[in-house]
């Protein structure tokens, strides 16, 4: 069996090529997505068409690159009775944006419902990912959310650079019977109880994750997931037919690939959360990135 539930994490996994900011001097990497006024991703943009300030201060811009980086993710498919309907639209949709993978690129693939359980394989061997997909992959269950997303998060603990949490899901946090006790042990004990929305914020703030959510037909993505998503820079989508599933996830993909990474030396790691904001510096242009970081000496 493929899928493993949250014990299943103490795997040996290769590190992705993404660039790693390390110095005697922590450097923060911000990742940016740039639109136009209709919407359009805008790539080829330089160092000098951008801001950031840090708890409203502008910083120097040290690092600045617009290459296209690996992709390093954990796909999370609601699989609650909810979704029945629209099973076999979201295993077809999944299969392509497995197929949607650059070489470099490396894919964890987990399901949430009557429980939590997360693929001990990140890689990036399309066979594998698919045969996860059909062989793995079952609609049963409430709709845990909060407790796959601490789990997506934990996954990938250990990796380095851009590390995104991307959920296809059908509404809020519905909890369920899922046992908690595993997920527990592994966070230390700290929580002590099932993870909620701000445990949620908190680590992916602390971590540097980034979420992004995908809400079935004629379901939006839960208010309380929108703000996770936007605080930690991802997107958001809401579909309004089961055609666009694959276009939705085409255009997560197409986003993932146009990011442009920033860096940045804080002024002071007092280990306190900073407010972050990304402000591109041509007119009729808007930055997503995320709007907070925590200035300790190690991520």
């Known amino acids: ?57 502008p910083v120097n811009i040290t690092l600045f ?14 699989m609650s009775n909810s979704v029945l309907p629209s099973y076999a639209v979201v295993r077809e949709s999944a ?21 939590v359980a ?10 594998v990912l698919t045969r996860v997909i059909e062989e793995e992959v079952w609609p049963v269950g409430p709709t845990p959310l909060w407790r796959a997303a601490t789990t997506g998060m934990n996954s990938l603990a250990n990796q380095t650079g851009r590390r ?25 004990g700290a929580i002590g109880r099932c993870p909620g929305r701000s445990d949620v914020l908190n680590q992916a703030v602390a971590g540097e994750f980034m979420f992004y959510a995908i809400g079935l037909p004629r379901t939006a993505v839960a208010p309380g997931l929108v703000g996770v998503v936007e605080e930690t820079g991802g997107g958001h989508f809401d579909l309004t037919g089961r055609e666009n599933l694959d276009a939705t996830f085409q255009r997560v993909a197409d986003e993932l690939r146009h990011q442009y990474v920033l860096g940045f030396t804080p002024a002071v790691l007092d280990g306190k959360t900073h407010k972050l904001e990304v402000r591109p510096t041509r007119a009729g242009l808007s930055a997503r990135a995320r709007k907070s970081y925590v200035a300790s000496r190690d991520r």
């Open 1 to 57: 069996m493929l899928l493993a539930g949250a014990s299943s994490w103490n795997i040996l996994i290769a590190q992705q090529t993404a660039p790693v900011f390390r110095a005697e001097t922590r450097t923060v990497a911000v990742y940016a997505t740039v639109h136009d006024q209709e919407g359009r991703l805008v790539p080829n943009l330089t160092q000098s068409d951008f801001q950031i300030l840090d708890n409203g201060k």
């Open 65 to 78: 690159s617009n290459e296209t980086l690996p992709l390093t993710a954990v796909l999370l498919l609601d």
């Open 95 to 115: 299969m392509k944006f497995v197929q949607s993978l650059l070489p470099v690129d490396r894919l964890r693939i987990g399901t949430f419902g009557r429980e």
């Open 118 to 127: 997360v693929s001990p394989l990140l890689t990036g061997d399309k066979d």
């Open 164 to 188: 995104v949490i991307l959920l296809l899901s059908d509404g809020i946090d519905g909890g369920g019977i899922v046992n908690c006790a595993p997920l527990v042990r592994d966070l230390g």
